[in-house]
């Protein structure tokens, strides 16, 4: 048991063996009351209801006398007694209601003593937690250092067995830095995105718009239309028509001349073409697209999206492979893959 806890047990027992004592001092004046006010009581009945039982404890008057001397003196012996014994009677009752009063006051500070103990326990008892947390925060730290001299030892172990050990070598694969040079040959373009790859009709969709400008050649002014779908494609163009003059044998005609501005190439939907792990990996439409050209005059044109950058790295390793020089267009989220006579060629590399 702590001191404290002595220290409380002795002060409990000390209050409780006072208020016994004071308990048994009260019932004893209580007794003493009760005894004279009986003694009181039964003079007070003798002088008043039974005379004649007075008489005859104070013994017989002869007859034609008055009381004796003895007589007198018994009944001033029993009065003063009456007396004596009413006084002690209230004297007890005045030191009865101060003992209650004193009784009460200790109760009260016997009160304020057990509320002081109550809070001096609930302090001790948060002080005894925060002292448990400490110990317990403690014990994590020195958890957390041996923890961390257990690494420490294992990196230092390890760090001496790899410098006894010689150093590999490692082979890096790359590609030669390339040189870009403009494509004036064949080109073929494909698209990459969300790592699927698929070819762009080109050729054969621009034959298209060239015929359906030819047909558009009525008004003036700008106007746009659609060619396809062809091989998941549709091209959507703009052309611009403009009424000029000119001078035939002698006379003045109008002409009519025709431009064609942007041409946008677009899928017909997000999933053309194949995973680029398909591609790579057996007989696809690839092989198909560079049987029987020229490596030297035959450059690809790769339109690829940010998403599928890492995928363009290995389409060029297998391109070089097979001698192919390869332009990339990066392209952002959205943006259509557009044609334009005011546009520049690709870089091959």
């Given at each position: 048991m702590s001191q404290q806890g002595r220290r409380r047990t002795t002060m409990d027992m000390g209050h409780d063996a006072f208020l016994d004592i004071v308990?048994?001092?009260?019932?004893?004046?209580?007794?003493?009351?009760?005894?004279?006010?009986?003694?009181?009581?039964?003079?007070?009945?003798?002088?008043?209801?039974?005379?004649?039982?007075?008489?005859?404890?104070?013994g017989p008057t002869p007859p034609g006398k008055y009381a004796s001397q003895t007589q007198l003196d018994r009944?001033?012996?029993?009065?003063?007694?009456?007396?004596?014994?009413?006084?002690?009677?209230?004297r007890l009752e005045a030191n009865l209601k101060q003992y209650d009063r004193q009784i009460e006051q200790l109760r009260q500070a016997r009160g304020q003593l057990l509320d002081?103990?109550?809070?001096?326990?609930?302090?001790?008892?948060?002080?005894?937690?925060?002292?448990?947390?400490?110990?317990?925060?403690i014990a994590k730290r020195q958890r957390e250092i041996r923890e961390t001299e257990s690494q420490i030892a294992e990196l230092a172990g390890t760090k001496e067995r790899l410098a006894n050990q010689e150093a590999p070598l490692?082979?890096?694969?790359?590609?030669?830095?390339?040189?870009?040079?403009?494509?004036?040959?064949?080109?073929?373009?494909?698209?990459?995105?969300?790592?699927?790859?698929?070819?762009?009709?080109v050729e054969p969709l621009l034959k298209q718009v060239r015929e359906d400008a030819q047909r558009m050649l009525t008004r003036e002014g700008a106007a746009t239309s659609s060619v396809g779908p062809l091989r998941d494609y549709i091209a959507n163009f703009v052309i611009e028509r403009q009424i000029g003059r000119a001078n035939r044998n002698g006379q003045i005609v109008t002409t009519m001349a025709g431009r064609i501005g942007a041409i946008a190439f677009e899928p017909i939907n997000e999933s053309v073409g194949q995973p680029i792990e398909q591609v790579l990996?057996?007989?696809?439409?690839?092989?198909?697209?560079?049987?029987?050209?020229?490596?030297?005059?035959?450059?690809?044109?790769?339109?690829?999206?940010?998403?599928?950058?890492?995928?363009?790295?290995?389409?060029?390793?297998?391109?070089?492979?097979?001698?192919?020089?390869t332009?990339?267009?990066?392209?952002?989220?959205?943006?259509?893959?557009?044609?334009?006579?005011?546009?520049?060629?690709?870089?091959?590399?």
């Open positions: 308990a048994n001092l009260v019932g004893i004046l209580i007794i003493l009351v009760v005894v004279l006010g009986t003694q009181t009581q039964r003079v007070t009945d003798l002088l008043i209801d039974s005379p004649e039982d007075l008489v005859e404890e104070l009944l001033g012996e029993i009065a003063i007694q009456a007396a004596t014994a009413q006084r002690d009677s209230l002081l103990v109550t809070i001096a326990e609930e302090a001790w008892k948060e002080k005894q937690a925060e002292l448990d947390q400490s110990q317990v925060l490692v082979a890096v694969e790359h590609l030669p830095t390339p040189m870009a040079k403009t494509v004036f040959g064949d080109e073929i373009d494909f698209r990459l995105k969300s790592g699927r790859l698929s070819v762009i009709p990996g057996s007989s696809s439409f690839l092989d198909i697209e560079l049987a029987g050209r020229d490596p030297a005059s035959t450059t690809i044109t790769v339109w690829v999206f940010e998403d599928s950058f890492a995928e363009l790295r290995r389409l060029k390793e297998h391109l070089y492979a097979r001698g192919f020089a332009a990339a267009r990066p392209l952002m989220d959205g943006q259509a893959i557009i044609f334009s006579s005011r546009g520049t060629k690709s870089k091959a590399q």
